[in-house]
């Protein structure tokens, strides 16, 4: 019996493995699992999810802003070979705030294809595989909002205008939304 699970096989009569040819020994009545066992090898419930942060409106602007800083760090410092998934790391946690409304889609944009502009180029590195990695994880990370402040202190979403400061050198070029 194989509780391998991922990554495991399982062998049977008429089997090949090495080389060598599994057979049956001896031809009896299967046994039930024993309960124990059973129980053992149930996969573990899922964690149950921890409760928002509910942060009063000036943390969780700081909050947010560090999560942009920190992503587009990320980012930035992606080597080639692993750009694609830092991208797609950093998109999707924009995408969980961008669902819960702590976040403007088009700053998570702004501030994604910003950050990967200086990869753009390298090693075949497009314009078109930047917003589509963004794309597909900002659609992703909506699935699981994050919120971050009190659900009494509620806000409009962060919009460019409000993170450009901190996370492009220039952002003129942006439009608030």
Known sequence: MD???HGGYV??????????RYRILRDTQVMELPQWLTYRLMPAPPPTAAPPMQ???PRADAYVRAILDGE??????????SRHDALLRAAVK???L????????STAHAVLEHTSAEHLGVAD???QEVRRTIDDGIVYGKQFP?????????????TTKTYASSCLPDARHLSAS
């Open 3 to 5: 509780t391998r699970a």
């Open 11 to 20: 062998v049977a009569p008429g089997s090949t493995v090495g080389g060598r």
């Open 55 to 57: 942060l009063p409106s």
């Open 72 to 81: 587009s760090r990320n980012v930035a410092r992606a080597q080639i070979g």
């Open 94 to 96: 924009l995408g969980r």
């Open 98 to 105: 961008v669902a819960a409304g702590e976040l403007a889609e």
């Open 125 to 127: 590195y497009t314009q």
């Open 146 to 158: 994050r919120r971050i402040r009190s659900p009494d202190l509620h806000r409009p979403p962060a």
